[in-house]
């Protein structure tokens, strides 16, 4: 007598996985994820380029701290306007931070030409540029790339993620709470608080000129300008509405 095999449960079908919160995306705003059809069928072609850099953030922020930064607040304003968003520039000018491990930075010169060639080339298609920028030593190369591609009849400009002075936040200078609560509100696990420190809390146009001829190793050796206690991720919150509403506003 032959035995039978037993059977198999019934599969069942699988579930659709679930959204996460807050992971939910306006179709259409990354550039990235464009084909070029869907590209040339949109009316609105404003670009925002987030720029920011790789270097040093104390010893308890990532090397990425200010591309999080200037990708998040443009992100956010191409959302609320129906912009564009161009994947972030993750390196920049950062000359004054190469003493500390981990920093990468291409320097004024090479920065100055990959913004004007990526605004000659994008220009062909896109109406508007709008460099983002989250990196104080982009600011130069920013300045005279915006000046050359605007003399070359390109509609081009830039922002820096710098909080206003009338909201009343804490604005320091490198690392410190402004920073800290940014990405407390934007990244928390990427932060370290466990060994977070002051730095050196002189203000920024007392530290500049050492910092110019001896990078910030030279006025504070942990590379924090600042003070991180006292960061929360509500003020994160509160001080990244801040900078999209300006972002905003600037663009019109």
């Known amino acids: 007598m032959t035995s039978r095999a037993p059977r198999r449960p019934a599969r069942r079908a699988a579930r659709p996985a679930r959204p996460v919160p807050g992971a939910e995306r306006a179709p259409g ?38 591309t999080r930064i200037a990708a998040a607040v443009a992100e956010r304003a191409a ?9 972030a520039i993750g390196y920049g000018a950062s000359g004054e931070h190469e003493s500390f491990p981990g920093t990468v930075s291409i320097g004024r010169d090479a920065l100055r030409a990959m913004l004007i060639e990526y605004g000659r080339s994008a220009a062909r298609w896109a109406r508007q540029l709008v460099f983002v920028n989250g990196h104080g030593g982009n600011v130069e190369p920013l300045r005279d790339a915006v000046e050359l591609l ?3 009849g390109r509609d081009a400009r830039w922002w820096g993620c710098a909080l206003p002075a009338d909201t ?3 604005r320091d200078g490198h690392a410190g709470r402004t920073e800290t609560s940014l990405l407390l509100a934007l990244h928390p696990r990427a932060v370290r608080l466990a060994a977070a420190e002051p730095g050196n809390t002189a203000s920024l146009p007392e530290l ?14 942990n590379g924090v300008l600042g003070d991180p206690a006292g960061a929360s991720a509500a003020e994160g919150t509160a001080m990244l509405h801040a900078l999209v509403d300006a972002l905003c506003r600037f663009i019109g």
């Open 29 to 66: 705003t990354g550039l990235g994820e464009l084909s070029w059809r869907q590209l040339a069928a949109t009316a609105e072609r404003t670009l925002l380029v987030p720029v920011g850099s790789c270097e040093q953030h104390g010893p308890h922020l990532p090397l990425d701290t200010d």
């Open 79 to 87: 959302h609320r306007l129906g912009l564009l968003l161009a994947p």
């Open 150 to 152: 605007t003399h070359e």
């Open 168 to 170: 009343g936040f804490v």
């Open 208 to 221: 500049l000129p050492t910092m110019r001829t001896r990078g910030v190793a030279a006025v504070s050796p």
